[in-house]
């Protein structure tokens, strides 16, 4: 299973890289590996600010469709248009291609909070 010591990763399966006070985020390989093939990504929240665990859109698989939770509050400021014409991209690149959302962090210190690689591992069983 890949999963980079360069991000952060939450509970709920959410990958966060960090950029000064801009993140960028998608899920990790271990749910996208869960869900099954994508078939769409949907976020309506460009432009809204949004707590840490509120959910800020939705990613569709074959069997079944589940919630995409912010891993930090902030404003979303775009979503990745690669993934509305090819969101398998969440499944074949999960760390690159498929992010799914860049946002401006409101408080970073909420990204203490979040898993290093090695806890995320421990987490999933892995």
Do not use: C
């Amino acid at each position: 299973m890949n999963l980079p010591d360069d991000l952060l990763y939450t509970k709920d399966h959410e990958w966060v890289r960090v950029e000064g006070d801009i993140a960028f985020i998608g899920i990790t390989d271990f749910a996208q590996g869960e869900l099954g093939d994508i078939v769409y990504v949907e976020v309506e929240t460009v432009g809204d600010t949004l707590d840490a665990e509120e959910v800020f859109g939705s990613v569709e698989a074959v069997k079944t469709v589940s919630d995409l939770f912010m891993p930090v509050g902030g404003e979303v400021l775009e979503v990745n248009e690669g993934i509305e014409s090819a969101p398998e991209s969440v499944n074949s690149d999960p760390y690159g291609d498929g992010w799914i959302v860049k946002i401006r962090i409101t408080d970073v210190s909420e990204l203490d909070g979040l898993l290093p690689a090695e806890a995320y591992k421990a987490e999933i069983g892995g």
